[in-house]
């Protein structure tokens, strides 16, 4: 069974520090990956998705995660925190399998402090 | 090439009522999937459709929960006799191809409240 494990619920950096949110998945097949931000009370905004070509992705706002095999992970990252950039996030597995089911993470909020 | 539409917006229903969420995919998109995020917690799968067709329900509440994609007009979520633990958000995403590659883009979202 596929499933994903976001290894943070809470992240605080400072504004201007980098941002590091922990993921591993878990699939037996080498799956689709996906980090969501979803703003409160807004919908979820795609940050960017790995499909088995190049293992570092780079996504909309400075974010890029790093698809390692070896590791199960797939962590998402940002040189330089911006006060827009808090909000929750989600690494999301797509099996292979088609069902269209996406499998969330619990989700991980990031905290900017000025 | 507007987005993903959900409405309403904003729901409140008493105990036992009925809630119809609606949803009309994005242009060109005919795949169509529903998620709930309860309080605190992340987005779980509910149903799969395409026009007309339920591809995958296994999310769905066996009671008092349906839902469809006509050949016209948008997807529709009903839950019928309403409960408190219904009180959640409700999201919906299209995709164009249905594969596991495919990006689904989400909708607002619909935020339930059950009095």
């Known amino acids: 069974a596929q499933s994903v494990t976001q290894l943070d619920s809470h992240v605080s950096v400072s504004e201007g520090t980098p941002v590091l949110l922990r993921c591993n998945y878990s699939?037996?097949?080498?799956?689709?990956l996906f980090w969501y931000v979803q703003h409160p009370n807004k919908g979820l905004q795609l940050l960017l998705k790995?499909?088995?070509?190049?293992?570092l992705v780079k996504g909309i706002n400075g974010f890029e995660a790093e698809f390692k095999k070896s590791e199960t992970s797939f962590h998402l990252t940002k040189p330089s925190a911006h006060m827009s950039d808090a909000a929750e996030y989600f690494c999301?597995?797509?099996?292979?399998?088609?069902?269209?089911?996406?499998?969330f993470g619990q989700g991980t909020t990031l905290q900017v402090k000025p | 090439n507007a987005g993903v539409m959900q409405n309403p917006r904003h729901l409140v229903r008493r105990r036992g009522q009925e809630a119809r969420l609606r949803c009309s995919p994005m242009k060109g998109h005919s795949h169509v999937y529903w998620y709930r995020q309860l309080p605190e917690e992340g987005l779980k799968f509910m149903v799969y459709?395409?026009?007309?067709?339920?591809?995958?329900e296994s999310g769905m509440p066996k009671e008092r929960f349906s839902a469809e994609f006509p050949k016209e007009g948008p997807s529709i979520l009903r839950i019928q006799q309403v409960v408190r633990g219904d009180s959640a958000a409700y999201f919906c995403a299209s995709s164009p191809y249905g594969t596991y590659t495919d990006t689904q883009y989400f909708g607002p979202g619909t935020r339930l409240t059950v009095l």
């Open positions: 699939s037996s097949y080498s799956p689709s």
């Open positions: 790995y499909t088995s070509a190049a293992t």
């Open positions: 999301v597995v797509s099996p292979t399998d088609n069902t269209g089911k996406l499998i």
């Open positions: 459709l395409q026009k007309e067709n339920i591809i995958d």
